[in-house]
């Protein structure tokens, strides 16, 4: 069984991997928002219906996901605050859709992660896609 590199050695590897992408702090704040976005099944969901759509109203929404209406407007309500999706009011709705470019940051974080070799020496190819 291969033992592994001491803690001091990862953490360097990962250094030297990390400053492939150069962040300031208000990009790595940037990122971080939209990730906590992200993170929750519903609001995952909501994203999902709206790459397959243009735009969608907000109704179409709750019914889509199947959470009560409330739930669903709190969701839209985290996702918009964090400039993922933007809501036009087309009384008496809110047609919602992705905002253009909100998630690039994430995207070539998370692309420039997944491609870069692990703390523990993984290459990129161990890691498997959803």
Do not use: W
């Amino acid at each position: 069984m291969a033992r592994k590199q001491p803690l001091a050695k990862r953490t360097a590897k990962a250094a030297d991997s990390a400053s492939t992408l150069d962040l300031d702090a208000g990009q790595a704040e940037r990122i971080a928002a939209l990730a906590k976005a992200l993170a929750h099944p519903a609001r995952i969901n909501i994203v999902r219906i709206l790459m397959a759509r243009t735009t969608c109203v907000g109704c179409d929404i709750v019914e889509q996901i199947g959470l009560a209406q409330s739930t669903t407007s709190e969701h839209l309500r985290v996702l918009k605050a964090a400039g993922v999706i933007v809501g036009e009011i087309e009384r008496p709705r809110v047609c919602y859709s992705l905002a253009p470019g909100a998630t690039a940051a994430l995207a070539e974080f998370l692309e420039q992660m997944v491609s870069a070799p692990s703390l523990n020496g993984a290459e990129s190819t161990d890691v498997q896609r959803f």
